[in-house]
């Protein structure tokens, strides 16, 4: 048994939002109040632990993030911080060198709004750096990427190709392949390239356990962790393994795991139910509960589905990757199913569209509780946000893409339409639940820079601003919520599980511009300390 005292506990409980003292038992919590009060409670101390006045709160958890994927990513080639489509090249001649002659090379997460010209290279700019190597590079958004003249004809795309709505082969205006590829039309890559990209399991359970100690160094005690099971177009070439994958490293992750599953036939979930993916209790370390499907694509490929097209793409207005009957059609087998479902919606149009559509599930089949989400939910307009509030949905964010994003918004999206992007503020005010996340690997999982990112906005809209108080719920009590969890995790209260979280300071008390600097130093997941700072 051990009691925590001497600094500031946070519980994210409204009735007592501050108490002195939280006495944990196993992987509970069996008292909270004064040391006195908790003394009293628990009979044989073992640990007493002064915090010498950090803070203390739960766990952050973090509400949409691909942890499958985050491995694959950390054993690929991260061309993130790439500055230039001359540096991507030289990187690219490097990597062939390394490789040799016909090796595929995959490079993820390219990010070129980062260019002092931003622009996607093209196949002719691959081919020049790797003229003898098939290369194909996914934007950090994984909704579009970029493929060489090898690779195209490697995995048998040509001018004649026929794609599936929702997807792009783009070309120029001499009618010639670019080499860009987006959306659905992913999926005639992927399916080529299984065998060059996916790692060995050895390797992969090493990955795994460094990438899971990565997601405790940054407090982070419990996921909303998107897994594929089946084919679809969620996690690329790692896709129809992602599942026995997982199984092979359960292991080796520290913490709890609320599956949203991605799969074309809803009602498989029903029987994956079961362990080792779900322990089949409330307060199961692993648990499946959700369907997880796409409406649209993303602002950085210019493919989100929007009323009005971009402001620096006037031909471009994005687009819906899948029919609205078919999509409904998963929605209601979901539904009647007793499933939650957590939908991927950018722009405003596709924002619309899927409301509706929650609209029509839910007058035509009622259901108490059913915490239905929009993922991203990235532009909300007041309409919708309006029906979110009547219809009980709840508004899954990253905040994290204001970090990546707020540089180039405005000229993506015009000056009136940023008004709308990431309000934060406006969700709270119109009584939607707001939770966040950080759809890592895309962006960084650090939730100290996702709080920034909520009060801060680095200046983007300030507007819609919240407070540190708002911000916090929304990684913790809330995002319990977001998976029916609030009865066992997400505040500090007697009976849930001891996960926290200690931080360096106050984040009630630290300046706005101080944020960032805020330290993980302790994360607690069901009383077992799984990483630590040398704090004392």
């Not at 009979?43 to 691909?66: A, W, Y």
């Not at 339409?417 to 650090?446: F, H, Q, W």
């Amino acid at each position: 048994m051990s009691i925590f005292y001497g600094g500031p506990i946070i519980t994210m409980n409204d009735k007592h939002p501050l108490v002195s003292a939280v006495g944990v038992e196993g992987e509970r919590i069996v008292a909270v109040g004064t040391l006195e009060v908790v003394q009293q409670k628990i009979n044989n101390v073992q640990n007493l632990i002064d915090l010498k006045g950090k803070s203390l709160l739960p766990g952050f958890i973090d509400c949409h993030m691909h942890p499958m994927s985050l491995v694959f990513f950390s054993i690929n080639l991260d061309l993130f911080s790439v500055e230039s489509l001359k540096q991507l090249q030289e990187i690219l001649r490097e990597t062939a060198k390394r490789k040799g002659k016909g090796e595929f090379i995959l490079g993820l997460r390219l990010n070129e709004e980062n260019f002092k010209n931003p622009v996607l290279p093209s196949r002719w700019d691959l081919d020049d750096a790797c003229p003898e190597n098939p290369v194909f590079l996914l934007r950090y958004d994984s909704h579009i990427g970029v493929a060489n003249s090898k690779a195209l004809k490697l995995v048998e795309i040509d001018i004649n190709t026929k794609i599936s709505e929702g997807g792009e082969i783009r070309i120029n205006e001499k009618g010639e392949l670019t080499g860009i590829i987006s959306e659905n039309a992913l999926t005639l890559v992927y399916s080529k390239i299984d065998k060059y990209v996916i790692p060995e399991l050895k390797l992969f359970q090493e990955s795994t356990e460094k990438a899971f100690k990565i997601l405790a160094e940054k407090g982070i005690t419990s996921i909303h962790g998107i897994i594929q099971f089946g084919k679809t177009r969620e996690s690329g070439s790692l896709g129809p393994i992602e599942t026995p994958l997982f199984r092979s490293v359960q292991e080796k992750i520290f913490q709890n795991w609320y599956g949203l599953i991605a799969t074309d036939k809803p009602k498989k979930i029903i029987k994956i139910k079961q362990p080792p993916l779900d322990g089949g209790k409330e307060d199961s370390k692993f648990k499946v509960g959700c369907l997880k499907l796409f409406l649209d694509g993303t602002f950085g490929a210019k493919t989100a589905c929007m009323w009005e097209p971009f402001s620096d793409a006037p031909d471009m207005c994005g687009f819906c990757v899948i029919d609205e009957d078919e999509i409904y059609e998963k929605m209601r087998d979901a539904h009647n199913n007793g499933l939650q479902i957590a939908i991927h919606v950018i722009g405003d149009k596709g924002n619309r569209v899927c409301v509706n559509l929650y609209k029509k599930l839910l007058d035509e089949f009622p259901r108490k509780d059913h915490r239905h989400r929009i993922e991203h939910a990235s532009m909300l307009t007041d309409d919708v946000i309006e029906d979110m509030n009547r219809y009980e949905i709840i508004a899954s964010c990253q905040p994290p893409f204001i970090n990546s994003e707020y540089k180039w918004l405005e000229k993506r999206l015009g000056k009136e339409r940023c008004k709308y992007t990431y309000p934060m503020k406006s969700i709270i005010e119109g009584g939607v639940v707001l939770i966040s996340g950080s759809d890592a690997p895309i962006e960084d999982p650090n939730p100290i820079l996702g709080l920034h990112a909520l009060v801060n906005r680095n200046g983007f809209v300030p507007e819609q601003c919240i407070s540190m108080k708002e911000a916090l719920k929304t990684y913790t009590i809330n995002a319990a919520y977001g998976a029916f969890e609030e009865k066992v995790k997400g505040s500090i209260e007697v009976g849930k599980l001891a996960d926290f979280v200690i931080l360096d300071r106050n984040p009630l008390e630290v300046p706005k511009d101080k944020i960032k600097d805020i330290q993980i130093l302790e994360t607690i997941i069901r009383g077992k300390t799984v990483y630590k700072k040398n704090y004392e």
